[in-house]
Every structure is written in C-alpha cells, then in structure tokens.
C-alpha cells in the first residue's frame, strides 16, 4: 500500500513544531520556531515553508493548540498560555493557504492520540495522557479512540481553599504540580533563605531557573529541590487517583521535562495515588513515561487527518 502523507502542526507557548508525516507515523520532514509575540504570523511561516514541499502530496492538515478549542469550527475559544490566539479561527487562517481539509484539536488530546498511534499507548485501549508543563493537560484514550472532551485535568480542583488560578478557580491541580508551581516554589523558598545550591545559578540570579535545572539539581542530591518535586509529586498524585477512580484507564502515561526526575516526583505520586484511588481500579492501573516527547502532539494532529482521508 503507498504511504499518504498529513501535515502536523502542534502550537504551543514557546515553540511551533511542524513536520509532515506518513500514514505509519513516520517523521518525513520536520520543523520548529519560536511561537513568539505574533502566533498567527508564525504559523503562516510554517505554513508557507512546508506547503512548498512539493516532495509530498499531503492529504490534510492537523493543528494541535495549547487552550480549549471549538474544534467543528476550528476556533480557539481561550489559551492561557497564548492569549493572543483566543478568539482566533485557527482553520480559516490555515484556509487562506491551503483548501483541503484542516482539522484542529487541544494539544493535550492530540498528544494522546500520538500516543496511541506509534508511542507507550499503542498497545493499550484505556489510558489517559497527562502532560506536565507550563500547565498541565490532559487527553483521554477509550476503546481506542480519542475522547472528544475538554479533558482539563489540570483544572481538576485539589484543595479547596487553595492557590489562585489562571483559570479563575482556586486550588487547581496545575497551581500545584506543574512546573511552573514547582519553579515558583522553590523561588519562593530562596527568597525565605533555605540553603540550595539552586541559588547560585545564573550568577545568582535565582529567578532565571528552570525546570530541567531543578529535577537535575534534585537527581544530585539537592535538599530544597528535592522536597519542592516531592511535594509537587504528592499534589500530582491526589490528581492521578481521581483520574484513576472516575476513569478506570489500564495506563497513566506522563509526558513533559519533570518526568526526568522520575524516581522522586513521579515515584511520590505514585506513592500517594495508591494511597488514595480505589485499590480495584489502581491495581491495574500503568502509570509509565510518554515515549515520543515533544513529537506527540504532531504526529497525533496527522492522525486525525489519516483517520478522515485514509
Ligand atoms: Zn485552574
């Protein structure tokens, strides 16, 4: 059978990552720049460089997007992390220079759609995809298929008097255990003066550090950034057992740059998970690192394209 080809496009706060990509999941041609004050503009960039590609006829075109999408008329409906998108008709713009199809979906969903086709959830009929970034997302995989819901787990309310949210609601899962809140929080503790080696980075400006300078700092022994990532694992395992007791799934794949410091944030979520979900359904639950990192969500954005075009 000749392989046909779908243009992935995935948005997101920092970064644009496109690539064009065939109907066995293989990356034929990819691309990234940086998403930048004017998003729209980039991804007609993008768009301009991979549609002069003329090496491949593509079939479609899948656009993942970090915020809640109105995915039948392909507007973003809010981006937290992107503001300047919200209220943005993401397919007509990506019409102005391409008349097939366009299909949009959440980042997060699409994710776990990319999971399913070629990564750790090809083999599985349930799980859930959670991703640990900036914010945290959520995309649910059932009977084989993605679920078309908003799937916020990061919005998931944890304490109910707790931090305030982007979102507008206090005590989301995502002000505790994103890595956003574990940067904040070990800022926080600086300022009060506990001792990490984490203060002298950056010469010591300590607002500078990111998310991979602390799961590193803490893979070296780093009391502070130890106990932030533990604590954050804690709080992300309270959200693990509600997803586990409302969606029974047979795997909890987690995706982003905190997962590197696996055996002490995600190893303490796991801890307070089995503490807390019901034994029947955690029993057999997998909670397992994503394997196709940053690629995920374009791969499974031209999924959804093969799945109309094929
Ligand atoms: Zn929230």
Not at 15 to 28: L, M, W, Y
Not at 94 to 103: A, D, F, M, R, T
């Amino acid at each position: 059978m000749t392989l046909r080809h779908a243009i992935g496009i995935d948005i997101g706060g920092t970064n644009i990552r496109a690539a064009i990509i065939d109907s066995d999941g293989n990356v034929a041609f990819k691309l990234k720049e940086a998403t930048g004050d004017t998003p729209v503009e980039t991804l007609h960039n993008i768009l301009n460089i991979l549609l002069s590609q003329r090496s491949w006829d593509v079939c479609g075109i899948g656009i993942a997007i970090a915020g809640l999408i109105d995915t039948s008329k392909g507007v973003v409906m809010r981006s937290p992390n992107i503001p300047k998108l919200t209220g943005i008709n993401i397919k007509s713009e990506v019409e102005k220079s391409y008349k097939g199809l366009v299909l949009t979906e959440n980042d997060a969903n699409a994710a776990a759609f990319g999971e399913r086709f070629t990564g750790a959830g090809k083999n599985l009929e349930n799980f859930v995809l959670i991703t640990l970034g900036t914010g945290i997302g959520g995309g649910i995989i059932t009977g084989n298929n993605l679920l078309h819901v908003a799937a916020e787990i990061g919005h998931m309310s944890i304490n109910a008097n707790g931090k305030p949210c982007a979102c507008g609601n206090v005590g989301c899962l995502e002000s505790y255990a994103s890595a956003t809140a574990v940067i904040g929080n070990v800022i926080s503790e600086i300022e009060n003066e506990t001792d990490s080696i984490l203060k002298d980075l950056y010469n010591g400006n300590f607002y500078k550090i990111t998310a991979e300078d602390i799961y590193k700092t803490a893979l070296e022994g780093d009391p502070l950034a130890r106990s932030v990532l533990r604590e954050a694992g804690r709080n992300l395992g309270i959200g693990i057992a509600n997803v586990v007791n409302i969606l029974s799934p047979d795997a909890v794949i987690l995706a982003g740059g905190l997962t590197g410091a696996w055996h002490i944030y995600v190893d303490a979520a796991i801890k307070e998970a089995s503490k807390r979900a019901l034994k029947e359904l955690y029993n057999k639950v997998n909670i397992m690192p994503s394997s196709l990192g940053d690629d995920a969500g374009i791969i499974g954005a031209a999924k959804l394209v093969f799945e109309e075009c094929e």
